[in-house]
C-alpha cells in the first residue's frame, strides 16, 4: 500500500496544532508568510475563505510532495470583521461591543496538494451567543484567560465558554480553529483515511 503524502500544517497556532493532534496522524507546521488584512469590502467568510488558502499556497509552494492544511478564522458581528485584539482595551471594547448579541465565527480550512495544486476549501460556521456581560465580568474574565490572542476575544475551549450563552455548529472544533469534520472530510478526497493511518 502506498504510503500516504507527508502532512504539512501551515499554521504555528498551538490551538490549531494541539487541534489536528486529535486526528493521531504525524505531521509537521510551518508559518505562512501571508498578509491577513481584509480587502475593502470584503465579507469576513469570504476573507476567512480566502486567507485559509492563501496560508496554505504559500507553505506548499515549499512542500512540493506534501498535503498542505491551512486556516483562518474571523468573526463576524452584523457584517463586520471582529479580529484579534491589539490590547487589553480593545477586548474590552470588544467584549462590551458583543455582550448579549450573536457573533458568527467563520473558520475555513484549505488542503492543496502540492505537487498538483490540487485545492479543496470547506468554511464552518459556528454562531455564538454571548451573554449579557457586566464591566466586572469582562474584567474578570479578560486576566483570567487573557485571550488576547484569540479572534473576538474569546478562547471557548477555556473560561471564555462561560461568557456564552450558546453554540450553533454543525462542527464543536470551527469554534477553537480548526474545524476537524472538515479537515477528515478533505483528507479523504486526498486518499487518506484517518482511521486507517491513526496512531493506536
Known amino acids: 500500500m502506498e ?5 504539512v500544517l501551515a499554521s504555528t497556532s498551538v490551538y490549531r496544532r494541539a487541534l489536528l493532534s486529535r486526528l493521531g496522524l504525524a505531521f509537521t507546521t510551518a508559518s505562512p508568510d501571508v498578509d491577513e488584512t481584509p ?3 470584503e465579507h469576513p ?3 476567512a475563505r480566502r486567507l485559509a488558502e492563501a496560508k496554505a499556497r504559500a507553505v506548499a509552494a515549499h512542500h512540493p510532495l506534501a498535503l498542505v492544511l491551512g486556516s483562518d478564522q474571523v468573526a463576524d458581528l452584523d457584517g463586520v470583521a471582529v479580529g484579534k ?3 487589553h482595551a480593545d477586548a474590552v471594547r470588544q467584549l462590551t461591543m458583543m455582550s448579549g448579541r450573536s457573533v458568527i465565527f467563520h473558520t475555513a ?3 492543496i496538494r502540492g505537487a498538483s495544486g490540487r485545492t479543496h476549501v470547506r468554511v464552518v460556521d459556528a454562531t455564538t451567543k454571548f451573554r449579557t456581560l457586566t464591566k466586572v465580568a469582562i474584567e474578570q474574565y479578560l486576566r483570567r484567560d487573557r485571550p488576547y490572542d484569540c479572534a473576538a476575544s474569546i478562547k471557548a475551549e477555556t473560561l471564555g465558554i462561560a461568557v456564552v450563552e450558546s453554540i450553533q455548529s454543525d462542527d464543536p472544533t470551527a ?3 480548526l474545524p476537524l469534520i472538515a479537515v477528515v472530510d478533505l483528507l479523504r478526497i486526498e486518499g487518506v483515511d484517518v482511521l486507517g493511518s491513526a496512531v493506536e
Open 3 to 7: 504510503n500516504p503524502p507527508p502532512l
Open 39 to 41: 480587502l475593502p469590502g
Open 45 to 47: 467568510a469570504a476573507t
Open 85 to 87: 485584539p491589539v490590547d
Open 109 to 111: 480550512v484549505a488542503l
Open 175 to 177: 469554534l477553537i480553529g
